[in-house]
Nanobody, 114 residues
Framework: VQLQASGGGLVQPGGSLRLSCAASGFIFSAYAMNWYRQAPGKQRELVAAITTGSSANYADSVKGRFTISRDNAENTVYLQMNSLKPEDTAIYYC?????????WGQGTLVTVSS
């Protein structure tokens, strides 16, 4: 299993970014996918989750601003982040639980600052 995240960067408050996570090594369409983040000095937290049927759930802190989606033809999960705030600054990780083992992408850094 491999997860390759990309799309992070520096953005001003109120701006937008779109993260991507390309997956391989398993039948992507058969597994729920998640985005987590870890801010400096804080524990890793679940940001958004998407089921195999594309139902989505979000942390309260990002509801209405972030959208998770998936493209099963491209084996890719996305996180569209709008109205970004400084408190969204973190390393973002894509995640899958495959055969009871947690797999993580390498993380992509999002910095929200003026």
């Amino acid at each position: 299993v491999q997860l390759q995240a990309s799309g992070g960067g520096l953005v001003q408050p109120g701006g937008s970014l779109r993260l991507s996570c390309a997956a391989s090594g398993f039948i992507f369409s058969a597994y729920a996918m998640n985005w987590y983040r870890q801010a400096p000095g804080k524990q890793r937290e679940l940001v958004a989750a998407i089921t195999t049927g594309s139902s989505a759930n979000y942390a309260d802190s990002v509801k209405g601003r972030f959208t998770i989606s998936r493209d099963n033809a491209e084996n890719t999960v996305y996180l569209q982040m709008n109205s970004l705030k400084p408190e969204d600054t973190a390393i973002y990780y894509c995640h899958v639980n495959y055969r009871r083992i947690n797999y993580w992408g390498q993380g992509t850094l999002v910095t929200v600052s003026s």
